[in-house]
């Protein structure tokens, strides 16, 4: 049996579930697709095979044509491009490369502090 007495006091959070900010999603987004891409966490260290597995799911995941001839590097090397040099090589969406391959470079920093304090 329910206590009416209660009914009153419950607050809309109690009831209503918390929706994920657009910046929230976007990180959940990020780490899954981080965890799921079959290349290793570090990009520093993906060789040319990573670099372009990384490349043909960008490709998919956001309907764009990539020359791949044009990266032809490791992760070291797509170090060194800046935003200049994504949007060079894809005109349309290098932003989003770009964006992409620094959040990895973060992820994995982070990743790699909190295994540092675990210790």
């Known amino acids: 049996m329910i206590d009416d007495r209660t009914k009153g006091n419950r607050s809309e959070d109690d009831v209503t579930p918390k929706r994920p900010t657009k910046r929230r999603a976007a990180q959940m987004h990020t780490v899954t ?14 060789d040319l095979r990573d670099v372009r597995t990384w490349l043909r799911h960008l490709a998919a995941r956001h ?19 800046n935003l200049q040099g994504f949007e060079y090589r894809v005109p349309v969406k290098g932003h989003l490369l770009y964006e992409d391959f620094w959040k990895r470079v973060a992820i994995y920093r982070s990743f790699k502090r909190c295994k540092k304090h675990k210790k």
């Open 63 to 81: 309907q764009i044509t990539i020359d791949l001839g044009l990266f032809h590097m490791n992760g070291r090397g797509m170090c060194l491009m």
């Open 33 to 46: 697709s981080v965890m799921t891409l079959q290349v290793p966490l570090d990009p520093l260290s993906w």
